[in-house]
């Protein structure tokens, strides 16, 4: 069993960088492709970026590229989004998924375990 658990979210200034964390408290995740997807008030929720099972791919929305980046740290059981440059547009619960053997997939159903969100929240 993978459980997820998001960490890293917060309140910050328009510029601003935050790191957020996905820690599997269940299964190691060594063998799971990493998803991050965002949900901001009254939209559907969508992709940010993914890194393939062997962290040999990664893939990201033309609204992250060049602003965020996906990794991960398999002896920490750890998947982590590094975010920079922030936009009030990136305003959102931010969820990290989890997808066994995959290849980094850009949709939702592709992936088996959820986490319960960390809030973002950038101010002008």
């Known amino acids: 069993q993978v459980q997820l658990v998001e960490s890293g979210g917060g309140l910050v200034q328009t510029g601003a960088s935050l790191r957020l964390s996905c820690v599997s408290s269940g299964r190691i995740l060594y063998d799971y492709a990493m998803g991050w997807f965002r949900q901001a008030p009254g939209k559907e929720r969508e992709f940010v970026a993914a890194?393939?099972?062997?962290?040999?791919?990664?893939y990201s929305a033309d609204s992250a590229k060049g602003r965020f980046t996906i990794s991960r740290d398999n002896a920490k059981n750890t998947v982590y989004l590094q975010m920079s440059s922030l936009k009030p547009e990136d305003t959102a619960v931010y969820y990290c998924a989890a997808d066994r053997w995959g290849a980094g997939a850009a949709t939702e159903w592709e992936y088996e375990y959820w986490g319960q969100g960390t809030q973002v929240t950038v101010s002008s």
């Open positions: 890194m393939s099972w062997r962290g040999s791919s990664t």
